[in-house]
């Protein structure tokens, strides 16, 4: 090995080290691909706007959200592969409470790959506060996308996290300013960079609930 192919390679060294660095101190680029499944029939119209709510509050946290219309392509038909998830927009939900507006589907390990959202709870709760139907359809998508990243226990009373939706919450979401935290941005980014789901034990599921004063 000649001194110019050994410079060659300690610079090809120390440049990779310094994309690397520089890729991890700023976060990076990160993306996922949504599969959204329109089980409520939701106009085109309200749904680009909530994908592209969800996407900007998805943006904040330097992570891009690529959506795919699954009543449009026959791509969705497989199991979701690493950093695919699927959300569905059902009627109505499952659960007991009238206040729930969507659910994660979690396993043992905090690791999912289905959400739900409640289509009737959230234009119920957009009526009866005034906010936007379309925004709120879209920070719901942005919460329960959240458990899929964070595990369950990653509720918090900072931002979209939170778990109970009052009206200032509510107030945050319709200024655009409820988003998720620093230290949530990053531990999604480092889940979609492969890293375990250690920090939030299992529950079977997690959801978002509003409580409308
Ligand atoms: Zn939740």
């Known amino acids: 090995m000649g001194f110019t192919e050994s410079c060659a390679r300690l610079l090809f060294v120390l440049l990779w080290a310094a994309v690397g660095w520089s890729s991890a101190e700023t976060g990076g680029a990160a993306e996922i691909t949504v599969l959204l499944l329109n ?42 592969g690493a950093n695919e998830f699927v959300l569905s927009i059902v009627a109505d939900g499952r659960t007991s409470s009238e206040l729930v507006y969507g ?36 920070a719901v998508a942005a919460h329960e996308l959240g458990h899929l990243l964070l595990g369950t226990r990653a509720h918090s ?34 889940r979609l960079a492969g890293e375990p789901m250690g920090r939030f034990p299992a529950f079977t599921k997690a959801s978002a609930r509003g409580l409308i004063p």
């Not at 900072?158 to 988003?179: F, N, T």
Request: hydrophobic content about 40%; overall charge neutral; aromatic content about 8%.
């Open 39 to 80: 089980h409520a029939r939701v106009s085109r119209d309200v749904i680009s706007h909530s994908e592209a709510e969800a996407t900007r509050i998805f943006s904040a946290s330097g992570i891009h959200l690529r959506w795919v219309d699954c009543s449009q392509t026959l791509v969705c038909h497989h199991v979701p």
């Open 103 to 138: 659910v994660a589907f979690l396993g043992p390990g905090g690791e999912g790959k289905y959400a739900d959202v409640f289509l009737r709870r959230v234009e119920a709760a957009a009526n009866e506060s005034g906010f936007s139907e379309q925004r709120l359809l879209g």
């Open 157 to 190: 009373y900072e931002g979209i996290m939170c778990p109970v939706w009052k009206k200032a919450v509510l107030q945050r979401m319709e200024m655009g300013s409820l988003l998720f935290t620093k230290d949530e941005s990053m531990t999604m980014k480092g």
